[in-house]
């Protein structure tokens, strides 16, 4: 072998180690930044949460193990490490209620790297059973891929009509209360099929028809932009199509291989920018019309909270429903709402405020635990227990919600809250711990969810889906008790959607069997 053909691997190293030498020094970098302007005593204290926070979203990369764990982690990343430079390194103010918070950095950032110790743990677990060798590319006949098509269709008709009712009658929209009388399974099932499970379905057949007829990867992504601007403007969400968008391309990264033009992906991921832009622009305008504008016209007090959430779908607990003398804002279209808002210049600074805090500041983390760190005297196991089994009924009269400050107690009509995050919940009890043990297994319990769903339909889009949505909703924790009626809800879903596969593979089979013997 000659010498040029010796140096030859390492030559087309360079570009991969030049990026991980790039990563590490800027994580080295910002560590000795972070450590310069720390506001808290305890450097110790600011290593371990800054390593354990990088170490949560390495780990992942090293071993994969699911899409959730990556994503759980990364989100995490975002609402302590992301939040915490922001704050020490360029002053950005945090917009979330804190309680009476003033300098107990060392306890609010030791609860926080207890719970990211606790998701590297169980990283490195679940890289021991990894969702993805699960998954299995469908193979049928091809009258198959004919019901497919006919299912993928009902679908699409049904979300169509579902999204209209979400927007006309508030099913579940951001700060708004239910706006009809519905029994409450059916309830249940309308909100998670808006909030997720249309997404589910959508993107679990468009697999199947891009393996059974050889359907291009980018079919993916539109299928994700349009159930995503759908569910974005009924639900009032800014971030909706984003994360669905963002399942679609998990499939396309894992199935990479299997892409044939990447131009067409790159058209799709380009449409998907332009219509997400499109989506932001108008469900924030008419979020700045409902929550400011249209409020101060009916109430006579400028209402303008930094951050809303829907309550949401539990199917429990007291109905949401306005009585029938709740005094409603009046009825706007979208057009109105626009002209409204761009009339209004206070409106307007206040909705440039609120996009320019999205990317970092709005993601739940970091005022969690400074909200435990301002209340140490009332933490312990029966406040965390409390907390954990809380009716979501509460809305704004909820334990966290009081302790945090109370800033949305006397809004009327709307319902504002602020999110304590998983780790703020567990920070509730006063114990690392405890916050580390909680994490651990949410982690755990998150990840053998994801591997449930790929192994029980072998479909990669489910996988993503059940990962995306489990990670989000994780991170957005204020009832834990929603989030384990959507886990429920959601692992029904998936068991049903294999279910249907393997009666559809297995009369398949059969019909393949008469087949060959005639």
């Not at 204290?45 to 990369?61: D, N």
């Not at 393996?211 to 349009?226: C, Q, T």
């Not at 832009?277 to 007090?301: K, N």
Request: net charge positive; glycine share 8%; proline share 4%.
């Amino acid at each position: 072998m000659s010498q040029s053909q010796k140096i030859q691997p390492s030559r087309a190293n360079v570009p991969g180690n030049a990026i991980l030498l790039g990563v590490a020094l800027l994580v080295a970098s910002m560590g000795f930044v972070l450590l310069a302007t720390y506001p808290g005593q305890s450097k110790l204290i600011l290593l371990w949460f800054y390593a354990s926070g990088c170490a949560a979203v390495f780990i992942p990369l090293w071993r994969p193990s699911s899409f959730f764990v990556f994503l759980l982690s990364s989100f995490l990343f975002v609402g302590f490490i992301a939040k915490a430079v922001a704050n020490f390194v360029f002053g950005i103010a945090l917009i979330e209620p804190t309680s009476t918070f003033r300098t107990e950095w060392d306890q609010a950032l030791a609860f926080a790297a207890s719970g990211f110790s606790g998701v590297c743990a169980a990283g490195l677990a679940a890289s021991f059973y990894p969702a993805f060798k699960e998954i299995r590319k469908a193979v049928a006949p091809p009258f198959v891929s004919k019901f497919v098509v006919v299912a993928f269709a009902s679908l699409i008709a049904v979300s169509i009509g579902l999204y209209w009712a979400n927007y006309s009658f508030h099913i579940i929209r951001i700060g708004f209360p239910l706006g009809i009388n519905i029994n409450p399974r059916l309830y249940a099932v309308a909100a998670f099929v808006i909030a997720w499970g249309a997404l589910l379905g959508g993107l679990t057949l468009a697999l199947w028809l891009v393996e059974l007829r050889d359907w291009s990867y980018s079919v993916l992504i539109y299928v994700a932009v349009f159930l995503g601007l759908l569910a974005s403007l009924s639900m009032g969400s800014r971030i909706q199509l984003l994360l669905y968008v963002l399942a679609a391309f998990a499939v396309v990264v894992l199935r990479r291989r299997d892409v044939r033009s990447w131009v067409a992906i790159a058209v799709a991921m380009g449409l998907s920018g332009f219509v997400f832009a499109g989506s932001l622009a108008v469900v924030s305008l008419e979020r700045t019309f409902d929550f400011s504008i249209s409020t101060a016209q009916t109430q006579g007090v400028p209402q303008q909270p930094s951050g809303v959430v829907p309550q949401q779908p539990t199917g429990i607990g007291k109905t949401l429903a306005p009585s029938p003398d709740s005094s409603a804002p009046p009825a706007a279209t979208i057009i109105d709402k626009v002209d409204a808002v761009r009339g209004d210049r206070f409106a307007l600074a206040g909705l440039y405020r609120q996009l320019r805090n999205l990317a970092v500041m709005r993601w739940v983390g970091l005022e969690g635990t400074m909200t435990a760190a301002a209340n140490l005297d009332h933490l312990g196991g029966d406040l965390f227990l409390h907390v954990i089994k809380e009716d979501p009924a509460a809305g704004a009269q909820a334990i966290y919600q009081k302790m945090s400050g109370d800033r949305y107690g006397k809004v009327q009509y709307y319902t504002f809250l602020t999110l304590p995050g998983p780790i703020g919940v567990a920070s509730l009890s006063g114990s690392i711990i405890v916050v580390s043990v909680f994490m651990f297994f949410l982690t755990i319990a998150g990840h053998s969810i994801e591997w449930l769903a790929a192994w029980v339909t072998q479909n990669v889009a489910s996988a993503a889906v059940t990962g995306v949505s489990l990670a989000y909703l994780l991170v957005q924790m204020g009832f834990p008790w929603t989030l384990f009626i959507y886990a429920i809800e959601l692992v029904l879903s998936v068991l049903f959607v294999g279910a249907v596969w393997y009666i559809v593979d297995w009369l398949a089979t059969g019909r393949r069997a008469v087949t060959a013997k005639v």
